[in-house]
Structures are given as structure tokens and as C-alpha cells.
């Protein structure tokens, strides 16, 4: 790595104040897990980098009005294991847990999946499914915006130089409402997902509403299948719905060749991430 | 704010030592290990958190040193596997690693034998899954992994928990 000045700012407004200075040369560092291999392997070589590790009103994960409040510095492995997550959008939970490996998780944050903005982030397709926003702050002030709509490429976001995410939340869950991840990689650890499917509904009289589907590695960026999600609407759960809603879902995507898989397999297997959690919550459905 | 300048003081605890060292900022937390401390045990395999050789316990988890500053070990507690070692005698999980047969040429042992220690630290009597999980961030190219399974499954069996 290049020689680069570091500081530890004490506090969010020193950490905006030294970013709105920095302009376009100042990186901020959270866990380091994608900053880091990006200044060794790929040539990044920011002139000054901000660790905000030690920031703790960033850390946490808490109940705030009608959100699941948290900190941009939790880490996979928090997430993973949190109890109110696991209760109010287990989806989420469920990515951060398939992140990398344990160490990994013990370092890489859910601020820097999302400032990332790997189509394959883990963490972001459930995000979008339960309807998450993010809080960007800079010296002008904040606001909150859907994570949705903060994806805009591969490694491109809304996010501008002289902002900071400071929050993460989403609406505590609605009685009847569910959600489900599914990641495919080559292998159980260590791979970034070759397709991921990120599901989020609520069942209102044995029928699907508020559908919301997010797929993950099979477009530029983390997308919903809003006509998949159309067809689920208002229908009840049965095999001829699960076919219908599968064959739809490859249509949504616009996936590329690379080594992990052809364009053709990552749709063969979204189908079947879909179909997977769709069959799951029909065997439950049923059964109660 | 610390010092803004190409030299940085960093005070951590390495296997319960205090210790103050000067690195520059882009000096890794396994640079600061290997090079500054002496202590060699920790490897370098890939050096972006791919191949786990590098593993230490910051805190009691365990976490890839490649890929942290060493400056973000600042105020932090590191465990290598020079410390587990207590008192001349062996940690249980090193000893099971012996008796089973679970080091061929060792690369990857340190890191393995530190997460098995941090495992058995949160779950005294893991099962098979949580085994396989507890490792899965470790590359071995020589033993075919079941006699490190063997070896935590034997370390948990007599396991107590340290401290
Ligand atoms: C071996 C390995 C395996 C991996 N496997 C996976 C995987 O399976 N799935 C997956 O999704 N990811 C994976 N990753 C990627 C990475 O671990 C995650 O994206 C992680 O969440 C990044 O978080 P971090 O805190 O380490 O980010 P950092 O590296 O610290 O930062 C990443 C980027 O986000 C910016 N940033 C961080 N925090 C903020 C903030 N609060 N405000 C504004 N910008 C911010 C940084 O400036 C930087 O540009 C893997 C990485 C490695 C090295
Ligand atoms: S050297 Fe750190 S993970 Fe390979
Ligand atoms: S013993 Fe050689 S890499 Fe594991």
C-alpha cells in the first residue's frame, strides 16, 4: 500500500468537517474489509483516510418509533446475531450471516456493504425488501433516503464525497409480514454470491400483499422484480402461483458471463433461489 | 485526534503484554505482529482475507490481520498463537491438533488453532455445523481438514472454558 495521512476523528461533525475539506481524496474507513484489499490489490490510493471506527454513537442496533434503528459501524456478525433483527426482518439477518467468513464478519460493516455497492452485497437485497432507507449526513445536513434508490452501478452510489451514512433503519415488522434470503455462491464461505434473492411479504388472508423481491449479482446493481412481485399480489400460495412467479423472474434480470457463472445459469438460478422460498413458506402457510 | 504524521504510536496489548509501537499508517496490523513484535507464528498467506493464515484474536474473535491497520489496534487486545500457551503447557486445542495428527506443514495451523480456541471460548460443546462454520474461514492444502475437525471435536469434548 501507498503512504497516506491517517486520522482518527473523535466525532461525526469533526469527521464531516474533515470530508467537506478532503473533496475527492479522503476515503472513510469502517471495518476496512473492502477499503483495504481495494488499496492493496486494485491501485486505490487515497490521500487521506478517515477511520471512523471509533465513532460509538454509529454502532448499535435499537428500536426508534416504528423503525429497527441501526448504526452504520454494526458489524455482519452483530447483525447476525441480534435478536431484534432476527424478529423484525430476518432476511437481513440472514445476509449478514452468509457475508465472507467469521473474520470477515467480525469486521466488515453493514455501512460499508451498502457504501460499497457490490450488485452481490449481501446485506442489500434484504435491505431493499424491507423497505430500508439510509441517513446521509454531510455539513449541509441530513436526509434519509431508500436504499433502493441509492444504488445507481457497480460500485456506484448517491452517496456523494462529503457525506457519511449515519443510520440505518427500517419499519418494525407488520403482523402476518415475513421475509427470506437465499444466497447461491460455489461454495459455502468465501464466495461472493453467484445470484441471491431477497424476499418480503405479508400474508393478509392467506394471500400475498405488500410483495416486495430483490435480486442480487444479476444486474448492474441489487434490482427489484416488480412484475414477479405483481404477480404474487393479492393471490394465494399454491404450485401453479409458484410456477407462474418462478418463470417470470428471469425476465427481471440482466445478468452478464464472468468466471463465477454464465448469463444463463445466474437465471437458472434465481428461479430456483425464488422457488425455494416461495415452496418453504407454502409448506407453513399450509400448515398453519 | 491523533497525530496527523507519517509516524503513528500505537499502545495495544498483545497475548496480555502492553506494548507501544511506532508504525507508519499503512503498516498492518501483521506487519506490526511478524515485523515489529517478532512474533512469526501468524502467517501471511493471501493478504486480503481470503486464506485465514493471518488470524488473530482482537477482542477474543477472530479476525483477518492482513486487512486491519495497525493503528486500528489501538486500545484493542490481540491474542496470537504464541499466547495461548500458559505457563509452559500447551492450550488444549494445540495439544488435540498434535494428538490427531492435524498439522502437516502448519501453515495454516496457528489460525485454525485460534479460531477453534475462540469457538470453544462462545460454544464449549460445539457440534459438527457449527465446527465447519467456526473454520470455514481457513484454507488448509494438506490435510483434507478431517483431522482438524477430529482435533476441535476432541478439544471440545474435555473442554472448560478459559477464564
Ligand atoms: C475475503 C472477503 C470476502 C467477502 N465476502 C463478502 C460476501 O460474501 N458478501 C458481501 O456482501 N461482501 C463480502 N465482502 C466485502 C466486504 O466484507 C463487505 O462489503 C463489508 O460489509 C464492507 O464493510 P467494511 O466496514 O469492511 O467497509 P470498508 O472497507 O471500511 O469500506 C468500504 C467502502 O465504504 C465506505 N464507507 C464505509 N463506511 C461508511 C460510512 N459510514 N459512510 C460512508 N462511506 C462509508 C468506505 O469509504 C469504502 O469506500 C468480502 C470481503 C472480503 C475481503
Ligand atoms: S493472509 Fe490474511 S487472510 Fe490470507
Ligand atoms: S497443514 Fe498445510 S495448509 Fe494446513
Known sequence: MDVFRYLAPESVEETLQLLDEGAGGVKVLAGGTDLLVQMKERGLRPG????????????GIRMEGKYVWIGPLTTHWDLAHSALIREHGLALAQGASKVGSPQIRHRGTIGGNIANASPAADTVPPLVVLEAEVELRSLNGSHWLPVESLM????RTALRPKELITGVRFPHRAPGSRSQYEKFGSRQALSIAVASVAVAAVQEKGRFARVRIALGSVSPTVVRATRVEEILTGEALGEDLIAQATASVAQQCRPIDDVRGSAWYRCQLVEALLARILL???EEWMAG | MKEDSPELIVQLVVNDRPYRVVVAPQTTLLQLIRDHLGLTGTKEGCGKGQCGACTVLMDGQPVNSC???AVQAQGHRIVTIEGLEQDGEL???QQAFIDE???QCGFCTPGMVLSARALLDRLPHPDEGQIKEAISGHLCRCTGYSAILRAIRRAGEGNKPRK
Open chain 2, 91 to 93: 492450550d488444549p486445542v
Open chain 1, 152 to 155: 445507481e452501478g457497480p460500485s
Open chain 1, 280 to 282: 418453504c413458506w407454502g
Open chain 2, 101 to 103: 495428527g492435524a498439522v
Open chain 1, 48 to 59: 487521506l483516510v478517515l477511520d471512523v471506527a471509533g465513532l460509538h454513537e454509529l454502532r
Open chain 2, 67 to 69: 486487512l486491519i491497520l
